[in-house]
């Protein structure tokens, strides 16, 4: 079992930054891989960025490509989203997920894909 809690989340204005944290505890998250989706309301969850086990292979989603790093760092048990370049369209509540995916460097993009999941921390863009 696997516990995640999202922090970081609030108002920011449009080109502004933020960077979301993911506190995770109880199994060894290191053999974890990790991701985060965001949602509005109405629409489905929707992938924004997965990073493998060890750190080493990251993934995006098209619309956040160049703007969003995914990170991890295993001794802390903590994932990482830094957001860049804000827009209003990115405005949701964001959701980190972990399954277990150790030695494998695949990339989850289904929110079916994913056991664990936090409970979300909204994120606001003001144009």
């Known amino acids: 079992q696997v516990q995640l809690v999202e922090s970081g989340g609030g108002l920011v204005q449009a080109g502004g930054s933020l960077r979301l944290s993911c506190a995770a505890s109880?199994?060894?998250?290191?053999?974890?891989?990790m991701g985060w989706f965001r949602q509005v309301p109405g629409k489905e969850r929707e992938f924004v960025a997965d990073?493998?086990?060890?750190?080493?292979?990251?993934y995006y989603a098209d619309s956040v490509k160049g703007r969003f790093t995914i990170s991890r760092d295993n001794a802390k048990n903590t994932v990482y989203l830094q957001m860049n370049s804000l827009k209003p369209e990115d405005a949701a509540v964001y959701y980190c997920a972990a399954r277990y995916s150790y030695y494998s460097h695949s990339h989850y993009t289904a929110a079916l894909d994913y056991d664990y999941w936090g409970q979300g921390t909204q994120v606001t863009v003001s144009s």
């Open positions: 109880g199994r060894a998250f290191s053999g974890y891989a």
């Open positions: 990073i493998s086990w060890s750190g080493g292979s990251t």
